[in-house]
């Protein structure tokens, strides 16, 4: 069995993903579901890197459910749970991570689980002795999968716990006075989650570009950009050094030189089926960027839909890159993002 976690009202597009891919969601609340798959699935879930889900937020194996009628008794049983599945782990230098969770929308329920993380960790200081002086407490499950506690509350007296997990990624991100929109955020956790971002000397397409959150990100990192948009840039990309703004229409908008760029960002409201067909395959094809961020605004149509077309063998992406990452961000609302790297060699 498998606990995850996900945006809240995502739970069917996440049950729907997973369906896909040969496991059945087979309980869910408001944020998370459990479901099962032949083991061999659920072990690639958990620990293959490559692995890819959209709509989860984190993953665990084999968790347990406890339940109490007192918080105190909810805490000493996680101590004892958690002492007795650990006994075997051994733990290397980097330490293990211990990761408290709160069910979305209950209230006061995530200041309370800080305060249960507190007295839980107080608690199994004297019992784990030297190993417990290597754990990092973390807001979100890392992405590499690893060892260590996690516990996601659905109520102030029950719990979901395991301890073998990964993150797939998303977090709040940090804002800056300068950026000129909230889709910054958007942009900083996606070079997070690739592991990559521009870099000095680099260069940059931004398509769909205003008022400039995605072209300011890549700037301030060195990277020469080109933010192609009819929409005026502000704040901090107004009249940047690195940012060269062209008001043309992004689908004619094509990449001088030709090599192309390095990065093709985009962030258009528009048919996520133009994004796709008109610019995203068309840039791979020609060699025209070697990686890309593209957002996708699913507005009212159905997510799953669009993620599956997006893995689909026969519209290509996926055979187009050498690595390929699809997310709900923390900062997407009804949007999805594609991040990847093109497969080097002969353009199709
Ligand atoms: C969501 S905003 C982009 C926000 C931007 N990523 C940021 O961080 O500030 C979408 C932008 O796409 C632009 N856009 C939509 N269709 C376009 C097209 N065909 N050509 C160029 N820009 C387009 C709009 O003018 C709008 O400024």
């Known amino acids: 069995m498998l606990l995850h976690g996900c945006k809240p009202g995502f739970e069917e597009a996440l049950a729907r993903e997973l369906a896909g891919m040969g496991h059945l969601a087979t309980k869910r609340g408001r944020g998370w579901l459990l479901s099962t798959g032949a083991p061999a699935a659920e072990t690639a879930l958990v620990e293959d890197i490559g692995a890819d889900l959209c709509f989860a937020t984190f993953t665990a194996a084999a968790p347990a459910w406890l339940e109490a009628s007192s918080v105190n008794a909810l805490t000493g049983a996680l101590r004892d749970w958690f002492a007795a599945a650990f006994r075997t782990v ?8 211990a990761v408290f969770l709160a069910a979305p929308e209950i209230e006061g329920l995530g200041g309370r689980v800080r305060v249960f993380r507190d007295a839980w960790l107080a608690g199994m200081a004297p019992r784990m002795g030297r190993v417990f002086r290597l754990v990092r407490t973390e807001d979100v499950a890392p992405m590499t999968p690893g060892t260590g506690l996690l516990a996601y509350f659905t109520e102030f007296n029950q719990l979901h716990t395991a301890t073998r997990f990964r993150g797939w990624g998303q977090r709040r991100m940090r804002d800056d006075p300068q950026a000129p929109s909230r889709s910054y955020l958007k942009i900083e956790e996606a070079f997070l989650i690739m592991g990559r971002e521009p870099g000095q000397g680099e260069t940059v397409t931004d398509l769909g570009a205003a008022p400039g959150g995605w072209s300011y990100a890549a700037a301030q990192r060195g990277a ?13 990309a107004a009249n940047h050094p690195l940012i060269e703004h062209l008001k043309t229409d992004a689908f004619k908008h094509r990449p001088e030189g030709e090599h192309g760029c390095d990065w093709l960002l985009c962030d258009m409201i528009e048919d996520p089926r133009r994004v796709l067909g008109e610019i995203l395959l068309p840039w791979l094809d020609h060699g025209w960027c070697r990686r890309f961020v ?13 993620v599956e077309r997006l893995r689909d063998p026969r519209h290509g992406l996926a ?15 009804e949007e999805i993002t594609a991040m990847g790297e093109r497969r080097l060699g002969p353009p199709f």
């Open 90 to 97: 051994r733990v290397g230098d980097a330490g293990w991570p």
């Open 319 to 333: 055979a187009r890159c050498a690595t390929l990452r699809l997310r709900q961000l923390h900062h997407d609302r």
């Open 224 to 236: 020469q950009v080109t933010a192609v948009d009819n929409g005026p840039l502000k704040a901090g």
């Open 294 to 306: 593209v957002n996708f605004k699913v507005g009212h149509g159905d997510p799953v839909a669009l």
